[in-house]
């Protein structure tokens, strides 16, 4: 099958803005480092400004410090000052389009679930045609937040 075949899929076609953005998480994907699993992923991540921010994964021997391309995306946005999120689109050649992991997961939902009332759409697609648009709070329900503390007054150390 084709690496293009994204292309044509009807969600992208009808909506060319959501098409580049993808086409930019296609071509940074070829930068992703994955000497391992072979597993390259793509990620463009729109901040509140307009700006789109790349990330790749980027394995390492020892597995346990390699990063992803959601929250490469997320730590490049946040050290140059952006932190609300618009949109997300997430690229590997899997069969069907693959969902991030939990920690990436978790990292979205602090700078997108923890704003009243904010979500944050996510746009999965494979190499292959795959696309499954959803918003983050479906991939994360019951989100472990900032909200999620107990205000405390300062000093205070929890239960006497």
Known sequence: ???????????LRANPELAALVAQAVAVRERAWAPYSGFRVGAALVGASGRVYLGVNVENASYGVAVCAERTAVVSAVAQGERRFR??????????????????????????????????????????????????????????????????????????
């Open 1 to 11: 099958m084709s690496h293009d075949a994204w292309r044509d899929a009807p969600e």
């Open 87 to 160: 949109e997300i689109a997430i690229v590997t050649d899997a069969p069907e389009a693959a969902a991030p992991c939990g920690i990436c997961r978790q990292t979205l939902a602090e700078f997108a679930l923890a704003e009243i009332g904010q979500d944050l759409p996510v746009t999965l697609v494979s190499l292959s045609g795959a696309v499954t648009r959803l918003q983050l709070s479906a991939l994360l329900p019951l989100a472990f937040t900032p909200r999620s503390f107990e205000v405390r007054p300062v000093g205070a150390t929890g239960p006497q």
